[in-house]
Structures are given as C-alpha cells and as structure tokens.
C-alpha cells in the first residue's frame, strides 16, 4: 500500500510543478499576451538607466524600436542587482505582461528571480 501512496504523491507534486510553469513567448508575440504571467525570451539589445535611476532594458531593438521592454525602478536595483552583464546576450523575463506608456510590451522586474 504505501509504493501506491508514494506514487500517487509524487505525481502530484510533479503536476504541481508543471501547473506552476508560465507560458513562454518571444519577444516579437509578447504583445499579443497582455496581461498575462509568462516568460518572454529575446536577445536583450540594450540597458539604460535613466537619471533618476530607473533601468530600461530592451529586447529586439534600441529604444524607441524594441519589440519588447523591462523596467526596474530605482528603489528596486539593489534587490534586482546588476542587469548590464545581461547586454547582448539571450535572456528569459517573467512576470506580468503590460503595456507602457508608449503602448510597448513590457514586464516590470522587482527581484532578481525574473
């Protein structure tokens, strides 16, 4: 009796663990999933920290040309930590897909798990 429990509770925490995982889009389709809690994969072109000390990172292009985009502000860096040593290399972000004010997909990053 207990192998059977045993296999039944693994295959739970198993479905658990893929119930959990996010939808993954690239860059190029995340506009087309606001408001969804996904992973966005691209190649982040660019970082850019604004003076006020918010953090602009863009996907598939510089701004104002990028496909995608990802903000962390100020009072958030030292939880994020350092992104610049993610410049031009592929990247996943996860969170809540929005638009900006300039109707750009984006993802607001608050902790470094993102």
Do not use: C, W
Not at 17 to 34: C, I, L, M, W
Not at 60 to 69: A, C, E, K, L, V
Not at 74 to 88: I, L, M, P
């Amino acid at each position: 009796m207990k192998p059977i429990i045993l296999t039944l509770v693994s295959a739970l925490v198993a479905l658990s663990a893929f119930a959990q995982q996010k939808p993954t889009y690239p860059d190029t389709e995340a506009g087309k999933h606001v408001g969804e809690e996904a992973m966005v994969t691209g190649k982040l072109v660019n970082v850019f920290t604004s003076g006020s000390g918010t953090t602009f990172l863009n996907l598939g292009d510089r701004f104002p040309r990028q496909t995608f985009g990802a903000v962390i502000f100020a009072s958030k860096q030292e939880t994020v930590g350092d992104v610049k040593k993610y410049e031009a290399k592929a990247v996943i972000i996860t969170g809540k897909i929005e638009l900006s004010k300039d109707e750009k997909p984006q993802i607001i990053i608050s902790s470094a798990d993102q």
